[in-house]
């Protein structure tokens, strides 16, 4: 299974927009990117997710980047209820429906 | 719909003692997991299954045993708990290769 990387914590204001990266360098053809997040003392929960192209949801945006190697997930206005560890996950779309996760970053918001 | 329960939302152990972590779902999903996350960590992959009658080992598989007698329930057993098994322990279903919705944790103490 493919690798990402991400920085160990971030921080920002309330309202602010926030871009959370991931690099991803071993990614194959087939992988999808997916991101969860966890809030304190819960399960994790489906963000979004995407293959090659931009993708929008109620939630947060995930810009992927040409050679896929890398890919940020935003957050258009962070509120406190954002904060969390967000993880982002290579999945392959085949037969099995395993996650890997990694250690995630850390979003503090401050009000 | 409950979505995935899990029982009990937390248990003390001895050493030695035997245990099964139960996890249900009403999504009428065919994939299941379990996952364990120790302090810090991200969470890791113990056991999953695609089908009813069908399970398979994850990363950290030992120590555990799990079955697949309907498509509603997944348990987990601990055969001979130890220290080392101490976590918060996730089961999550997901329709196919799809999202994967998570339980809020059963949280394990084994002293």
């Known amino acids: 299974d493919a690798k990402t990387t991400q920085p160990n914590s971030m921080e920002s204001n309330e309202e602010e927009p926030v871009h959370l990266p991931c690099n991803h360098s071993t990614i194959s053809g087939t992988d999808y990117i997916h991101w969860y997040r966890q809030l304190p003392s819960q399960g994790p929960e489906y963000v979004i997710h995407g293959l090659t192209s931009n993708v929008n949801n109620r939630m947060a945006s995930l810009a992927i980047a040409e050679d896929r190697k890398s890919s940020t997930l935003i957050l258009h206005r962070a509120t406190l209820r954002d904060a969390a560890v967000y993880y982002c996950?290579?999945?392959?779309?085949?037969?099995?429906?395993?996650?890997?996760f990694g250690t995630g970053t850390r979003l503090q918001v401050f009000p | 719909n409950a979505g995935v329960t899990q029982t009990p939302k937390f248990q003390v152990l001895k050493t030695g003692q035997s245990m099964t972590l139960q996890c249900a779902q009403d999504?009428?999903?065919?994939?299941m997991s379990w996952y364990r996350q120790d302090p810090g960590m991200g969470l890791r992959l113990i056991h999953y299954?695609?089908?009813?009658?069908?399970?398979d080992q994850g990363e950290v598989p030992n120590g555990y045993n799990v079955s697949r007698s309907t498509t509603e329930d997944f348990p987990l057993r601990l055969l001979s708990a130890a220290p080392s098994q101490t976590s918060v322990y996730f089961c999550?279903?997901?329709?196919?290769?799809?999202?994967?919705?998570f339980g809020p944790g059963t949280r394990l103490l084994v002293l």
């Open positions: 999504m009428n999903h065919e994939y």
């Open positions: 299954s695609v089908g009813a009658g069908i399970t």
């Open positions: 996950i290579l999945r392959d779309n085949g037969n099995t429906d395993k996650l890997i």
């Open positions: 999550a279903s997901s329709a196919a290769v799809g999202t994967q919705y």
